[in-house]
């Protein structure tokens, strides 16, 4: 088999045996209510996990997905509550803004030879501190638009709902999985972090590619912060504080190798689904600190990190002694 | 000689990379249905003028024509638009993706604006085919030998090129049925009116293929000539701006062979890797490794230096048993290596010089036992001096060094540990025909000095030229030995056939 699927089986397996455990123990988890429910919770940390993915398959990383969020929250709120302007007409604003800033990092990035960890760090800091330049309170959010979008949703056989921030993330992932392999701006991505000189060589447009990058991770950013937005009806500066940490998380239990250029999205997808099911498990047990998400993350995260570098080592022993003269 | 314009030309081309002036005032032309040899020492600029001409570095003066009109070159893709495909002398793919991929990465067959894998891969594996490599095109790059690989940046160059094509050293490693296979290719295109630059350290393939010369030395045009009025004497002379030292035909066949052989090697082995062999060497003695690519000679070279454990077979340096698992086991014996593959088990890239070369020694003597900057800088000098290394000085970082410089920069790594037993794959490779004299004049030094070396070389006559005992291999197995007044090139050559032909019967 191909090495490289390894990762994602293992992914899927863990995911099946974890959901399994759980069902075994709490047999009301097995229903589309808590299938549903699995989807709209984490409907904003899989959009902006799908960006997060494109980036580290390129060999960088974006910190400032997290802020970016609670930014566009509190620019939602206060353009909907304060100056009126029409919940549609203010997601195109974000997006645009969030849109400009992904690509603005990724100039920077490409341009100057900054490595993206510090770029986006700097861009992490900068839009956290305009959140509390627009305003230090949660302002909530109470227009008839919001409600008709929170009460849109399919009600599944057995009384799930498939809400429609839920459809959206699945929707973004599809999208996703065709942008990656089946664009030429896909197949520049897993080359940029494949070998960069190697694919400037080629004749890839690696300037264009990753400013590319950074901007779709900056559209995706602003469309989970207008997500978790719809999610919680209200902006606060202080929201989504770390999501960046978690959507890293989702990736690389994802089976996506931090040195980029290999992995799936389809792999991120799980990824976030295992997260929910952790947290599912803890809301069912009662009893449970919800830290114990972090730390079976945290376990999670070593066990796949110690799987790829010993998948890597296999597959470098297996050219060298099908290669060589 | 201005009979054909120029297909692609470029005058008075300068380059400078911080001070050092890598190309001056250089003119080159291309003509229709021409293969136009560019030759020159290492470090003579032929690299650099390749990557000018495609857009990877801006000249500092000159122009770049095309069909006489002067282009402003962009960048590679910009070149590629222009149909100008192109081999880098690193070949450089991304072995993260599928071989259909690095072969139409940027210009993949489309339908309804998504990549047609189906097609992709259909027109891969056509591809392909005319160079006789029938491979899972879908599956990584990374699986495949540096020899398919290469020949996979070929193919993509050939597809790619609309009327220029430029190769970079592509016969380095190749062997001689796939250096056919591309030959054939070549004068293929040649007759469709493409005109072809051709880079190599191989004079003979020049003679072979090429219609025309033109000759860099320490970057300024040399001369240029059709190769048919150009002796190979005068194209030496030209390459190196004297005559060269006529290397010294073997002396070595009637040296008795000595009786005490310190290194003894029984039954070692490796299931799929390579069949037991037994080997003993004595102090003064070369052994040259003959055979084809992929014959099990990097798989000896391996086992031997611990890289690869052996499953059988054991090891008795001056009478007492030892135990070789890992590299630093072998350098701890006193064994030394040199690599074939420079680029992957070589340099370290941002390292200076300096510290390349002393890098084995260093880790020999261990971290705590540093060796002194004056050391350091005296032991780089010498190397630097006695293996005629092209640099600047000895703190540039070694990525910046010509590929051949390179090699010679590994060369010295492992001549500084001064070790008692030297392993050499493929020494010569991407080296200049000045260097190549000087390397072989090396170790038959080495060898006068005591030391015990086995070479493992793709050019006969240069086995020919030091090897006091020619081992042959065939099919991953050691087949035969030829020793004294037998070495020769024939009687290497027919040892290779001959077994060949016992297998195809
Ligand atoms: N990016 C760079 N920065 C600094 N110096 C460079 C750079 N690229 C090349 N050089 C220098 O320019 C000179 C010419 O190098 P080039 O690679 O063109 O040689 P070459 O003729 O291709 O040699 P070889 O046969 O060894 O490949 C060398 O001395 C090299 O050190
Ligand atoms: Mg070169």
Known sequence: MNTRLLPLCATLLICLIAYAACVFQFPAMFSTRVAGNLLTDNAFLGIAAVGMTFVILSGGIDLSVGSVIAFTGVLLAVLITHYGVHPLIAFAIALLITTAFGASMGAIIHYLEVPSFIVTLAGMFLARGMCFVMTTDSIPIDHPFYTALQGLFYRLPGGGRLTFIGCLMVLVFLVGIVVAHFSKFGSYIYAVGGNRTSAELMGVPVARTTIGIYAMSGFLSGLAGIVFSLYTSAGYSLAAVGVELDTIAAVVIGGTLLTGGVGYIAGTFIGVIIQGIIQTYIVFDGTLSSWWTKIVVGVLLFSFIALQRILVFLSLKRTTATSGG | ?505
């Open chain 2, 1 to 505: 000689m201005t009979d054909k314009p120029g297909l692609l030309a470029v005058e008075g081309i300068s380059k400078s990379f911080v001070g050092f002036k890598a190309l001056d005032g250089v003119d080159f032309t291309v003509r229709p249905g021409e293969i136009h040899a560019l030759l020159g020492e290492n470090g003579a600029g032929k690299s650099t003028l390749i990557k000018v001409l495609t857009g990877v570095h801006q000249p500092d003066a000159g122009v770049i024509k095309i069909d006489g009109q002067p282009v402003a070159m962009r960048d590679t893709q910009h070149a590629q638009h222009l149909g100008i495909g192109t081999v880098y002398q690193e070949v450089n793919l991304l072995p993260n993706m599928s071989v259909a991929d690095n072969l139409f990465i940027g210009r993949q067959p489309m339908r309804f604006g998504f990549v047609n894998r189906k097609l992709m891969e259909k027109q891969a594996l056509e591809l392909l085919a005319q160079y006789d490599l029938h491979l899972d095109v879908s599956s990584d790059l990374s699986r495949y030998s540096v020899a398919v690989q290469q020949l996979v940046a070929i193919a993509r160059a050939v597809d790619m090129s609309g009327r220029v094509l430029v190769l970079d050293e592509p016969t380095a490693s190749l062997d001689r049925h796939e250096t056919e296979i591309l030959f054939a290719i070549l004068r293929q295109l040649r007759a469709r009116g493409f005109g072809i630059v051709f880079i190599t350290h191989f004079l003979d393939q020049v003679y072979e293929i090429c219609d025309r010369v033109t000759v860099l030395r320490n970057g300024k045009l040399a001369g240029s000539a059709l190769t048919a009025e150009l002796p190979k004497i005068d194209l030496v002379s030209l390459m190196l701006g004297r005559a060269l030292a006529v290397a010294t035909h073997n002396t070595r066949h009637d040296r008795p062979v000595p009786a005490i052989k310190p290194f003894s090697f029984k039954g070692l082995g490796r299931s799929r890797s390579i069949a037991p062999f037994d080997l003993d060497i004595g102090e003064g003695e070369v052994i040259g490794m003959a055979g084809l690519l992929g014959s099990g000679r990097t798989e000896t070279a391996k086992i031997l230096f611990g890289i690869d454990a052996a499953d059988t077979g054991h090891i008795r340096i001056d009478g007492h048993p030892v135990l070789i698992r890992t590299p630093q086991d072998a350098v701890a014996c006193g064994f030394g290596l040199c690599p074939e593959d420079r680029k992957s088990d070589g340099i370290i890239g941002d390292l200076s010089v300096r510290e390349n070369i002393c890098l084995a020694l260093q880790a020999q003597k261990g971290w705590f036992n540093r060796l002194s900057s004056r050391e350091q800088i005296s032991l780089a000098d010498k190397f630097v001096k006695a293996l005629d290394i092209r640099t600047t000085d000895i703190e540039k970082p070694i990525k910046f060094l010509s590929g051949g410089n390179q090699q010679k920069v590994i060369l010295a790594r492992w001549l500084a540990t001064n070790p008692r037993f030297l392993i050499l794959d493929e020494p010569t490779r991407g080296i200049d025909v000045g260097a190549h004299a000087e390397i072989i004049a090396l170790i038959n030094r080495l060898c006068d000095d005591g030391m015990a070396l086995l070479v493992i070389s793709s050019e006969i006559e240069e086995i020919v030229a030091y090897s006091t005992r020619v081992i042959v291999l065939r099919d991953r197995a050691h087949r035969g030995e030829i020793s004294g007044d037998d070495i020769t090139t024939s009687n290497i050559m027919q040892m290779i056939a001959a077994e060949s032909e016992g297998a195809s019967a």
